[in-house]
């Protein structure tokens, strides 16, 4: 094998054999493919793709690149993975939703990433939990508890941290089969019988348009089934936050509550895990009418809380969750409300800008070693087409001083647009797989 030749075939839109691509990226896990290989073949790919026989050859090769889980637990092994939006702690809800329904959850998830949050950030906004984690505890915590929400070890997929620290430098983030390859490679690697895909469109959303949307489902399910694992994916609107908080304290708020049993702190937040976990256990055998009203009643029966603070403790996290969840949160010092200037409707919402803005205020990174502050953020967030009057709250802003609060309230006036009332398109756009 030759990294030359490997390289030359997909500058020249030839299609490297599937050896070729698994022996590429396990030099990536080794060190045997330099950096300046690494991006050569991350800007051909970005050119030319590799094709959907290559795509899977290659995520295949990173997930095989390092440890791959196995499990014998007598029920399905599921997750779910979101492209990434805003105001989106869905994950949060459904992985212990899921485990009241029997099936285990090993949910390996990141950090914020742009203008959107990263579930990792927002569990750990929660005192004392680490979601850094060997595979020995990960396994005991999804055998004892019924899910997981931790970090991949640097033995999962270490091909792709390897290509994704090179793409970032060389402007080759954008290509289908590459963001393909890195969301799967470590998805997979977690041993998975089933997966489902929420693939984020519209102005929160790193894939603006349906069409990009679309097309990045149909590749992520694709290669995801030819490399073996059961696996659908929602097209959804991004046109306005998930939830109404954005931050990782307060989305955590937005949490509780609704495990808690009040459904109505985040109506949108409800519809998707629903829909997302019901196609999930669709896919594990269940009858998909039944799984809805099960994932439903284990947020009213409180199930899902307990699972969920059991959970927490098990990574370290206070072990009253269930009774006393409000007072372990951190609170920021600065709060005050942003006024609508005028009567009308909500028009538009700029979801990026507001992500932007959350990550100002030091709730995200601008740079990989910047410390979170897990406060801050926006929260009673109007939504769009909702009626205003001139000096209602459009959003309430949780800051670390008032420099940064005023700064963030001119940021949301120009992100929320007031005017007519829009068309409000439903929330699940498409179905793919």
Not at 210 to 238: F, I, P, Q, S
Request: hydrophobic fraction near 45%; aromatic fraction near 2%.
């Amino acid at each position: 094998m030759d990294a030359r030749a490997v390289i030359s075939k997909v500058r020249r839109g030839d299609a490297p054999e599937r050896d070729e691509l698994i022996w590429f990226a396990e030099g990536l896990a080794s060190g045997h493919i330099s950096d300046a290989q690494a991006g050569a073949f991350a800007m051909a790919v970005c050119l030319n793709g590799l094709g959907s026989d290559g795509r899977v050859a290659l995520t295949e090769g990173m997930r095989d690149s390092g440890d791959v889980l196995s499990w014998d637990l007598g029920a399905p092994i599921i997750d779910k993975h979101s492209t990434g939006g805003v105001g989106d702690c869905v994950s949060l809800l459904l992985a212990p939703m899921l485990a009241c329904c029997g099936v285990y959850v090993p949910m390996i998830s990141g950090r914020g990433l742009g203008h959107t949050g990263g579930t990792l950030d927002k569990l750990e906004a929660i005192p004392g939990v680490s979601t850094d984690v060997s595979e020995e505890r990960l396994r005991t915590i999804v055998e004892t508890v019924g899910c997981a929400i931790v970090g991949a070890t640097g033995r999962i997929a270490p091909a792709d941290k390897r290509l994704y620290g090179v793409r970032d430098v060389t402007s080759t983030v954008d290509s289908i089969d590459l963001i393909t390859a890195s969301i799967l490679s470590k998805k997979l690697a977690a041993g998975l019988d089933a997966l489902i895909l929420d693939v984020k469109t519209g102005s929160g959303a790193f894939m603006k348009s349906e069409e990009d949307a679309r097309g990045l489902a149909e590749a992520l399910v694709e290669t995801a089934k030819g490399a073996g694992c059961k696996t659908k994916a929602l097209v959804t609107n991004m046109s306005q936050p998930l939830a109404p908080s954005l931050g990782n304290a307060l989305e955590v708020s937005v949490c509780m509550d609704v495990l808690s049993g009040n459904a109505e702190a985040a109506p949108r937040l409800v519809e998707l895990s629903v829909a997302l976990g019901a196609n999930l256990l669709e896919q594990a055998g269940w009858e998909r009418a039944l799984a809805k009203i099960k994932l439903e009643d284990a947020l009213k029966d409180g199930s899902a809380l307990k699972v969920f603070a059991n959970m927490v403790s098990a990574l370290g996290g206070p072990p009253d969750m269930v009774e006393d969840w409000r007072t372990h949160l951190p609170k920021a010092p600065v709060v005050g409300d942003v006024l609508s200037p005028m009567a009308g409707h909500v028009a538009a919402i700029d979801g990026e800008a507001l992500g932007l803005s959350v990550v100002g205020l030091g709730g995200g990174r601008k740079v990989e070693t910047d410390r979170i502050d897990p406060a801050v953020g926006l929260s009673d967030l109007v939504a769009l087409g909702a009626k205003v009057e001139a000096g209602q709250p459009l959003a309430t802003i949780h800051a670390a001083d008032e420099d940064a609060a005023e700064r963030a309230a001119q940021e949301v006036l120009a992100a929320v647009s007031i005017g007519d009332a829009p068309f409000v398109g439903p929330l699940i756009v498409a179905e793919v797989g």
